[in-house]
């Protein structure tokens, strides 16, 4: 099967269209290094695709730009894939968008309304953050030798465990929502920084702060933590680091 991944060359896209290649699908990917601008619709062509995952993603945190940026690049994904035939649209969300529509997850629930009512047959899979997620907000705000790390609480899992289940759903077909996935554990946030820069040797100061607003509310208050039914996928994220160091 022919398959655009849509911000293909981001953290989990990467993995996915390496897993994909190596389960036998043709892979495109679709970003601005490839020479596609997914809010424009410049140098978009599905022609022959089967499936498009869209891992597309956006620094913004405010809910205004957020929702701009997603909604754009959906409607824009959805009717090229409408207009070529595409059989499968796959969009990866987060755990906690129905319940914490705020800041960027007001983007993904934007992202999610678009699909849902698009012609395209699809998936939406929601997932937790990312083990690499705890070294990434490390640098969101930085002053001089202190990481200020948002008192969150966490499920994380590993990339590759998602670039894996969006390529079996893929494989699958479309099916509305997925079961959600999440990590083996919950965690803090900062707890996860500070072993993160231990392990990488980095010598910071980590304090935990509380975010003001319904957002700072909802990732303290286990709103963005998965449900029962989710799926829960190694490793931990100690193990991932020790197997980083070995990679």
């Known amino acids: ?70 909604r754009t690049v959906s409607r824009t994904l959805v009717d090229a894939g409408a207009a070529a035939g595409v059989k499968h649209h796959l969009a990866l969300s987060v755990v906690g968008v129905p319940e914490a529509p705020f800041g960027y997850y007001a983007g993904k629930a934007a992202q999610e309304r678009v699909v849902r009512g698009g012609p395209v047959p699809w998936t939406i899979l929601r997932a937790t953050q990312f083990h690499e997620f705890a070294g990434q907000v490390l640098d969101a705000a930085r002053i001089g030798g202190v990481s200020l790390v948002p008192k969150m609480r966490s499920q994380p899992l590993a990339a590759s465990v998602v670039a894996r289940r969006v390529v079996e759903l893929l ?13 083996p554990r919950e965690e803090r946030m900062a707890d996860l920084s500070r072993r993160w820069a231990a392990h990488h040797g980095e010598r910071r100061r980590i304090v935990e702060v509380p975010l003001p607003g319904a957002w700072g509310a909802a990732i303290r208050d286990g709103r963005i933590l998965p449900g029962p039914d989710a799926d829960l996928l190694g490793p931990s994220f100690d193990d991932w680091l020790s197997a980083s160091s070995r990679q």
Request: hydrophobic share 45%; no cysteine; aromatic share 2%.
């Open 171 to 183: 494989e699958t077909g479309p099916q509305g929502v997925a079961r959600e996935i999440a990590g």
């Open 1 to 70: 099967m022919r398959v655009a991944v849509a911000g293909g060359t981001g953290v989990v896209g990467r993995l996915i269209v390496s897993e994909a290649r190596d389960r036998g699908h043709d892979v495109i990917s679709l970003s601005r290094a490839d020479g596609v601008d997914l809010t424009t619709g410049t140098g978009l062509d599905l022609s022959g695709v089967g499936a498009v995952v869209d891992v597309s993603s956006v620094s913004a945190t405010a809910a205004d730009a957020a929702i701009r940026f997603f």
